[in-house]
C-alpha cells in the first residue's frame, strides 16, 4: 500500500495559471461560400497554422519593405504544376529571387517546350532510354555554352533560350518569367545528376563556369537579407540547403551581417540539411525559422493564395 499523503498536495486556482490553449484561438466555422481571407482567418492560432501566418506575415512585410524574398525550389515544385502561382508571385514582386538545382531547369525547359514533362523513369530505365530525349539536351546544352560564352549564369542562360525561341509554352516557364521581368533566377548544378549530363553536347567547362555565375549572383541576393528579408526552401533535400549555407557564410565573410530575416522549409518530410543549413545555423545570430510539413501541391497555392489576399 502507497505511504505517501496524497491529501497534503498543493493546489491553486485554475484561473491564475497561464495557459497556452484559450478559445479565442480556436478555428472557426466557414459559412458555405464564404471567401478564401474568411478561410484563413478561421484557422485555428496554434502551431502549423500560426507558423504559416507567420511566413505570410514575414513576405507580406518584406515585399512592402522592399526586401527580398529568395524562394529555393527543387524539381518537385516545377513538375507538380506550380509553375502558375510562382509566375503570379514572381509578376507581383513578391518572389525576388528564385533558386534551382539543375532538374527544375530540365522540368521548366520542358514544359515550356512541348507543356509537358517527368518521363516514366522505371520503364525507360530498362532499355537505356531514360534522360534521352533529343531536344532537351541539344537546346539545354547549347544555351548553356552560349550563355557561358557570353559571362551569363545559368538561369538566365536558359531563361533568354526559352523566350529567344518563342517556345510554344512560355508562360508556363519560370526561367523566362525571371528573364523577361529582370529577376534573379540561378541554378546550382551537381554534374552527373541531370538528364542532359551524359550528352556528348555536355560541356562540363560551361555548366560549371555558369553555375558557378549564378552562385555569385545568389550571393549578392543573400547580403541584401538582412533585417526583414525572406529565404524560403520548398522541396530541395540536399543541393540548395548546402549553397544557401556557403553564400551566407561568403556575405558575412565580405561584411555583411545577414542577421534578422525569416527562414521557412516547406517539404513532405523533415531532412537534415534544409534544418540546419537553412533554418538553424543562418539564424543564430537572430531571425525566426519556420518548419512545415506538407506536400507542395496543397501548401504553395495555399501559401500563394494568403499572400496575395494579404497584398
Request: aromatic share 8%; net charge positive; with cysteine.
Amino acid at each position: 500500500m502507497p505511504s505517501l499523503d496524497f491529501t497534503k498536495l498543493k493546489t491553486y486556482p485554475a484561473g491564475s495559471r497561464k495557459s497556452k490553449v484559450n478559445f479565442q484561438a480556436f478555428a472557426r466555422v466557414c459559412r458555405r461560400g464564404g471567401s478564401f481571407r474568411q478561410f484563413y482567418e478561421s484557422l485555428p492560432g496554434f502551431l502549423a497554422a500560426k507558423e504559416f501566418q507567420t511566413v505570410v506575415d514575414a513576405i507580406v512585410s518584406a515585399r512592402k519593405a522592399d526586401k527580398p524574398f529568395l524562394l529555393m525550389c527543387g524539381a518537385h515544385v516545377i513538375k507538380v504544376g506550380l509553375s502558375p502561382l510562382l509566375i503570379e508571385l514572381l509578376k507581383r514582386r513578391v518572389i525576388g529571387a528564385i533558386a534551382l538545382n539543375g532538374a527544375g531547369v530540365i522540368h521548366d525547359f520542358e514544359l515550356a517546350f512541348m507543356g509537358s514533362t517527368s518521363e516514366d523513369v522505371a520503364s525507360a530505365l530498362a532499355d537505356g532510354s531514360f534522360g534521352m530525349a533529343q531536344e532537351t539536351q541539344q537546346m539545354l546544352n547549347q544555351a548553356i555554352r552560349e550563355g557561358a560564352r557570353r559571362g551569363w549564369g545559368l538561369g538566365y542562360s536558359v531563361g533568354a533560350m526559352i523566350v529567344k525561341r518563342h517556345l510554344p509554352y512560355v508562360r508556363l516557364s519560370v526561367l523566362a518569367t525571371c528573364y523577361r521581368l529582370g529577376v534573379p533566377v540561378t541554378v546550382h548544378v551537381a554534374l552527373g545528376t541531370d538528364i542532359i549530363h551524359p550528352h556528348s553536347s555536355a560541356d562540363g567547362a560551361a555548366i560549371g563556369k555558369a553555375s558557378l555565375t549564378d552562385f555569385r549572383r545568389l550571393v549578392e541576393v543573400v547580403c541584401g537579407l538582412d533585417s526583414g528579408g525572406v529565404v524560403g526552401n520548398m522541396g530541395s533535400a540536399v543541393i540548395l540547403p548546402e549553397v544557401f549555407l556557403k553564400a551566407v557564410s561568403t556575405a558575412r565573410n565580405l561584411g555583411f551581417s545577414v542577421r534578422d530575416f525569416t527562414a521557412f522549409d516547406f517539404d513532405m518530410i523533415r531532412h537534415y540539411r534544409p534544418m540546419e543549413n537553412v533554418l538553424k545555423r543562418p539564424t543564430l545570430l537572430g531571425g525566426r525559422a519556420v518548419h512545415i510539413t506538407g506536400h507542395h501541391e496543397l501548401m504553395i497555392p495555399l501559401l500563394a493564395r494568403a499572400v496575395i489576399e494579404r497584398l
